[in-house]
């Protein structure tokens, strides 16, 4: 299957692998968080090379995750990136990544995250709606959903 074909599956993961599934943009996607938000700072940063850089920008842009804000700097006008109200949203997705890397890929996490106001450090959890109950794979099963459009 084509990169291009999982874009259009009619599935709740397939679509966001489809803008999130490249190691790079993941990677951009963390520098974003960290607040960087100039070409010149992410290439210098990552290591990329430009195209593939402005390439994937541009996806994100494309794909509502990203805003292009145009800046001056001492020569020109330049854009910067800054998360939108749905990039800013992918924060929990990002921590889950981080999450499952330091416990099975690393002994234990680089950086601490913490919470600006009390010091805390951020939780993920899956929990039932109706009972409150933390719920694991082996505790859900998948069932047609508003979303479904039978043919």
Same mark, same amino acid.
């Given at each position: 299957m084509r990169a291009s074909e999982?874009? @259009?599956?009619?599935?709740?993961?397939a679509r966001p692998a489809a803008v999130l599934g490249d190691r790079w943009t993941l990677m951009i996607l963390r520098q974003a968080f960290t607040g960087m938000k100039r070409f010149e700072d992410f290439q210098q940063s990552l290591g990329i090379s430009r195209s593939l850089l402005a390439d994937r920008l541009g996806k994100l842009v494309e794909a509502g995750v990203l805003r292009? @804000?145009?800046? /001056?700097?001492?020569?020109?006008?330049?854009?910067?990136?800054?998360?939108?109200? !749905?990039?800013?949203?992918?924060?929990?997705?990002l921590i889950a990544f981080r999450d499952w890397g330091d416990r099975y890929l690393r002994d234990g996490p680089r950086a601490a995250i913490r919470? /600006?106001?009390?010091?805390g450090e951020p939780i993920l959890e899956v929990r039932c709606s109706k009972?409150? @109950?933390? !719920?694991?794979?082996?505790?859900?099963?998948?069932?047609?959903?508003?979303g479904l459009q039978v043919a």
């Open positions: 999982i874009a @259009e599956q009619d599935c709740s993961i292009r @804000e145009p800046y /001056k700097d001492d020569v020109r006008t330049r854009d910067r990136y800054r998360l939108t109200e !749905m990039g800013l949203d992918l924060y929990p997705v919470h /600006k106001d009390c010091g009972c409150g @109950e933390e !719920m694991g794979a082996r505790d859900a099963e998948a069932v047609p959903g508003p």
